[in-house]
């Protein structure tokens, strides 16, 4: 089991950045996918960003060109800069990794609550 431990969230305004950091203890090399989720009051919880065992990713159609998730292997570390906020980016932030085929795969719309996640960590954006 991996234990994952978001930081990095906050209150901007609109047009403003921040960067969320996922610290991994654990080896994360092994899982399959790395991941990062939000959910919103009263809505279900989408994928942001989806990084596979050979660093391909994908993106949200709602966050593509504004958020760019990477990782450090290394260092058990992942992060997710977000840039160009706006109100509707408001929510809890979750970072994540599973073994294949990662939350159900596509087809499930990654949305099986499987593998390990972090605790979140809250993002407001205000106009």
């Known amino acids: 089991q991996v234990r994952l431990v978001e930081s990095g969230g906050g209150s901007v305004q609109e047009g403003g950045s921040l960067r969320l950091i996922c610290a991994a203890s654990g080896n994360i090399y092994r899982k399959y996918c790395m991941g990062w989720f939000r959910q919103a009051p009263g809505k279900e919880r989408e994928r942001v960003a989806l990084?596979?065992?050979?660093?391909?990713?994908t993106y949200a159609d709602s966050v593509k060109g504004r958020f760019t998730a990477s990782q450090d292997i290394a260092q058990n570390i992942l992060s997710l800069q977000l840039n160009s906020l706006k109100p509707e980016d408001t929510a809890t932030y979750y970072c994540?990794?599973?073994?294949?085929?990662?939350?159900?795969?596509?087809?499930?719309?990654?949305?099986?609550?499987?593998?390990?996640w972090g605790q979140g960590t809250q993002v407001t954006v205000s106009s």
């Open positions: 994540a990794v599973d073994v294949f085929p990662c939350w159900g795969g596509a087809a499930a719309g990654y949305a099986v609550p499987s593998g390990d």
């Open positions: 990084t596979d065992s050979n660093g391909s990713k």
